[in-house]
């Protein structure tokens, strides 16, 4: 079964301290997701990328953040000096094209981030 | 702003001892509401999307039902195995493609 793929599953960096995280989304999917959950929080939302640009953004998802797609199957997201309050789990996620209905988004297994 | 609002936030059952957990929301314009499963450490594992007052949906043990107000996820003898956090999320038809979720309610099942 396609899934989500998550890369590293646990990060561990330095405050201020660059981290690029990545992803493979499901192959013949379009829409990309980052998403985040705090410790004991909901998830919350980050961005949405759709054809090659940022379609969708929170307010989370600041000056600081990043997303990219290099080449045809990974996605990343780039946090560029890290806080503290970035620790938390990272979640990309995918889906199908759009049309009228929703699709259902497809979640990896996460990056636990940790900033020390 | 869209809200999600799940209730209760943690349910305790016997093997076996149906029960229901409630998804109240509010949205601008329904586009779909999404169930979750999630087990400690890992992502959310879709289960069913929901679009319209009325809709129903089942897989095994779980049936999901939604009204103009509410979703409930339906859990019908279940089983140690059901035991995770369930997440309800909705995604707004002025809002693109974004998932707003809820807390979840963290269901533990005893043998």
């Known amino acids: 079964e396609p899934e989500v793929t998550q890369t590293p599953s646990h990060q561990v960096t330095q405050m201020g301290q660059e981290v690029i995280l990545r992803c493979v989304p499901i192959s013949n999917h379009l829409y990309f997701y980052w998403y985040r959950q705090i410790l004991g929080q909901k998830v919350e939302f980050l961005v949405s990328?759709?054809?090659?640009?940022?379609?969708?953004k929170s307010e989370i998802f600041d000056d600081q953040f990043s997303v990219e797609r290099p080449d045809g199957s990974n996605f990343t997201l780039k946090i560029r000096s890290t806080k503290l309050e970035d620790s938390a789990m990272y979640f990309c996620?995918?889906?199908?094209?759009?049309?009228?209905?929703?699709?259902?988004?497809?979640f990896g297994q996460g990056t636990r981030l940790t900033v020390v | 702003e869209d809200q999600v609002t799940q209730s209760p936030e943690a349910l305790r059952l016997q093997e076996g001892e149906s029960s229901s957990l409630n998804c109240s929301y509010t949205?601008?314009?329904?586009?779909?509401l999404f169930w979750y499963r999630q087990d400690p450490g890992k992502g959310p594992e879709f289960l069913f999307t929901l679009y319209s007052a009325g809709e129903e949906k089942e897989k095994e043990r779980l049936k999901a039902t939604l009204t103009k107000k509410e979703s409930f996820l339906h859990i019908t003898a279940p089983k140690p195995e059901d035991s995770a956090t369930y997440l309800c999320a909705v995604q707004a038809q002025a809002s693109g493609s974004r998932l707003t979720f809820g807390e979840g309610t963290q269901l533990t099942v005893n043998p």
């Open positions: 949205v601008s314009g329904l586009r779909g």
């Open positions: 990328f759709y054809n090659n640009e940022i379609s969708e």
């Open positions: 996620a995918s889906s199908a094209e759009q049309g009228f209905l929703s699709t259902e988004a497809f």
